[in-house]
């Protein structure tokens, strides 16, 4: 067994290349020599990326790709992903082409409100907490000020405090819920700063507040910070068209429409499928979020608590037939970011930036919805008609040939003979083995 380390953090990129290549692999040349390998060329950029983080000895590289031909609200856009599954980037482009041949996406933001919270401890009497707290409100927005002079120049700032009372659930348990507008920044460090400030002034309030007893004025702060949870940072997006227009070989649209339709009822209405069909939005999601160098945990976090707003887990997405029109939206919570964080720093979220024609957080916000959207549309068409396997195969034959070693001309051939066979392990192992053999 290994001993741990002491002051790791402090050592050279060399040096902790070395202890861990030496301490945790089984060949330590091969794989200091891999991780260098990764490294940016360009010093100036392998440092920035070395700065994002601690301890880091190299890069991970995930594909950067472009899904074209998304008409949002009348304006194409090519849309940039980062991800490594195969057929999402596939499966996003075919949506869109499809849907920009029927009127496009129109989205609509529904509010952009971030939450923050300073939870805290008061044993005391509640009508006396609520007195206080009202009485020292314009105190606790005057001592951020200095922190939110520039966001309310441009419009931002906070919205509200308000006193939440949790002690029937923890005896003494409050908080401060605040709201924020925090424009085109994701609005983190904002949030967090103006919360710790609040914190710090309650707490100093409490402590002069003459209307408290000495225990009552003792409040104990327990945390401040923001929440990814943000069910009125809100954005739509649909598309709808004729369920005639969605007649496509021998499926009429009527059929099809109803079968999505029903797609998108299993899924509200059972826990095992919606989670994966909302795992099918992700994929879109995801992409567009790590591309744009946003936080894509806060968004995961924050998109399938408000999937289980109702009480229970359900889908995302949802889907209509009114009047031979067959209508398809999603409403999904998003807090993002187009400056602060790696919006600035990070030279590939600046390239996707630029693609996207440098949006506001607002229009990030519908791009991203359309993205998850697409991607949607894109899985349940395949899984009620031909079945996922076809074209996701289809697309992961590539990693196929690359992990059995095929050669370029091999993969070549391969990819032409299975534009008509189909794609299952055993099937592509054994044409690869049938030409190598001639
Ligand atoms: C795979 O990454 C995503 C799907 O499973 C989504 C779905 O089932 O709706 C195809």
């Excluded at 949506?95 to 939870?119: C, M, P």
């Excluded at 020292?136 to 002079?149: D, G, H």
């Amino acid at each position: 067994m290994n001993a741990p380390v002491e002051g790791f953090s402090k050592l050279t990129k060399a040096e902790k290349i070395d202890w861990i290549t030496k301490n945790y692999t089984q060949n330590p040349t091969t794989a200091k020599q891999l991780l260098e390998r990764y490294w940016n060329p360009e010093e100036a950029v392998q440092k920035l990326h070395d700065e994002f983080i601690e301890n880091t000895l190299s890069n991970y590289y995930l594909p950067f790709a472009i899904a074209p031909n998304f008409l949002i609200n009348g304006k194409l856009y090519a849309i940039p992903m980062a991800i490594e599954e195969s057929s999402v980037v596939a499966a996003a482009s075919k949506a869109a082409k499809f849907w920009s041949d029927r009127g496009g996406f129109k989205t609509k933001i529904l509010g952009t409100e971030k939450v923050g919270q300073v939870h805290f401890i008061y044993t005391g009497d509640y009508k006396k907490l609520e007195a206080f707290f009202e009485e020292i409100k314009p105190q606790l927005l005057a001592s951020v000020s200095t922190i939110t002079q520039k966001m309310e120049k441009r419009g931002g700032g906070v919205k509200e405090i308000a006193l939440r009372n949790f002690s029937e659930k923890i005896q003494g348990y409050y908080q401060l819920h605040c709201t924020f507008e925090t424009l085109d920044a994701m609005g983190a460090n904002f949030i967090n700063s103006c919360l710790e400030q609040f914190a710090k002034t309650l707490k100093e309030k409490a402590s002069s507040y003459s209307g408290f007893t000495t225990e009552e004025k003792d409040l104990e702060v327990v945390m401040s910070i923001l929440s990814n949870y943000v069910p009125n940072c809100l954005v739509k997006a649909e598309v709808s068209c004729k369920i005639s227009d969605l007649d496509e070989g021998d499926i009429s649209g009527e059929v099809f429409a109803q079968k999505l339709v029903r797609a998108v009822d299993i899924a509200k209405a059972e826990p095992y499928r919606a989670v994966t069909h909302n795992k099918g939005i992700m994929n879109g999601i995801d992409a567009v979020v790590l591309a744009t160098g946003n936080d894509f945990r806060a968004v995961e976090a924050g998109i399938h608590a408000y999937a289980a707003k109702d009480g229970h887990y359900s889908s995302l997405t949802h889907a209509s037939i009114e009047n031979d029109v067959f209508r398809f939206w999603i409403e999904v919570p998003l807090a993002l970011g187009t400056v602060g964080g790696l919006t600035s720093l990070h030279p590939m979220v600046k390239l996707a930036l630029e693609i996207l024609q440098e949006p506001t957080a607002r229009e990030l916000m519908q791009i991203v919805a359309v993205a998850g959207l697409a991607q949607n549309f894109a899985a349940l068409r395949s899984l009620v008609t031909t079945g996922i396997q076809k074209g996701h195969m289809k697309m992961h034959l590539l990693n196929m040939l690359n992990q059995l070693g095929a050669s370029e001309h091999e993969k070549k051939q391969l990819v032409t003979y299975f534009k008509d066979h189909t794609v299952t392990n055993a099937s592509v192992k054994e044409a690869l083995e049938r030409i190598q053999s001639k």
